[in-house]
């Protein structure tokens, strides 16, 4: 049964992907976060408050004029733009949660 203009009435509409540079600036952060051994405990803040990534994001629209005192305003706008896209957050718990590329050391002999 079809019911016509009501289809998309009350539709979410779906987050796009992020983009290669939007991928870049979340790798580079999940890499900082993972050195510093916090990769598991981020992931877990950043799924567990998923639903306030939203208000979050609008907070940040409200606080930005402090905020570009220590960070540009193009770096500010871009991480809540991220913030706000559900499938740019998966992206970057994917990323904390894997593990860090180990850089094999020339100088270092393995084992038998």
Same mark, same amino acid.
């Given at each position: 049964?079809?019911?016509?203009?009501?289809?998309?009435?009350?539709?979410?509409?779906?987050?796009?992907?992020?983009?290669?540079?939007?991928?870049?600036?979340?790798?580079?952060?999940?890499?900082?976060?993972?050195?510093?051994?916090?990769?598991?405990?981020?992931?877990?803040?950043?799924?567990?408050? !998923?639903? $306030?990534?939203?208000? +979050?994001?609008?907070? =940040?629209? &409200?606080?930005?004029?402090?905020?570009?005192?220590?960070? /540009? #305003?193009?770096?500010?706008?871009?991480? !809540?733009? $991220?913030?706000?896209? +559900?499938?740019?957050? =998966?992206? &970057?718990?994917?990323?904390?949660?894997?593990?860090?590329? /180990? #850089?094999?050391?020339?100088?270092?002999?393995?084992?038998?």
């Amino acid at each position: 049964m079809r019911m016509g203009i009501w289809d998309n009435a009350f539709k979410i509409p779906e987050p796009p992907d992020p983009t290669d540079e939007e991928k870049r600036l979340l790798d580079v952060l999940a890499d900082k976060v993972r050195r510093r051994g916090l990769g598991d405990i981020a992931a877990f803040a950043v799924e567990s408050t !998923r639903p $306030l990534h939203n208000l +979050g994001a609008q907070g =940040a629209i &409200f606080i930005e004029p402090a905020l570009t005192l220590l960070f /540009k #305003k193009e770096e500010v706008q871009k991480y !809540r733009a $991220l913030l706000e896209n +559900g499938k740019a957050m =998966a992206y &970057f718990v994917d990323r904390l949660s894997a593990e860090p590329a /180990k #850089k094999e050391d020339p100088d270092v002999k393995k084992r038998p």
